[in-house]
């Protein structure tokens, strides 16, 4: 991400989200391209929509919940991009490193996020 970017984590998700539609479509078509294919369409895209919900959240527990379901969601993608980093399934695609990145540091914006988030339910209480 660039530094002079401004910051915004929906649209932020939702180019992380068709990034992994790419991948899943430069996967080969292989019993183990398909499978990893539909993996990372679920996982890769599922971020944006449960940060979405997060934000229409019913409660703190419920964004909460939201925010942790994102974070399992980029936890298995980044582990799927790391099977086809390793694999090496995609050849030509020097981008995959960086996806990888990013993948890391949404992690890390959500891990940070729910600890706050935990944090201010405990202060509210």
Not at 4 to 10: G, M, P, S, V
Not at 25 to 53: D, F, I, M
Not at 61 to 71: S, V
Not at 77 to 101: A, Q, S
Request: proline content about 3%; hydrophobic content about 40%.
């Amino acid at each position: 991400m660039a530094k002079n970017r401004k910051f915004d984590l929906e649209d932020r998700l939702i180019e992380f989200a068709i990034r992994m539609l790419e991948v899943s479509e430069k996967l080969p078509n292989t019993k183990a391209g398909a499978h990893l294919s539909g993996q990372l369409v679920r996982s890769g895209t599922s971020p944006a929509l449960n940060y979405g919900e997060a934000q229409a959240a019913e409660s703190n527990a419920d964004f909460i919940h939201k925010l942790r379901i994102g974070l399992k969601e980029l936890q298995e993608t980044r582990i799927n991009l790391k099977i086809v980093i390793r694999k090496p399934m995609i050849n030509g695609y020097p981008e995959i490193e960086n996806d990888l990145m990013e993948c890391c540091e949404l992690i890390s914006i959500f891990a940070a996020s729910i600890k706050t988030a935990n944090k201010n339910v405990i202060v509210k209480k």
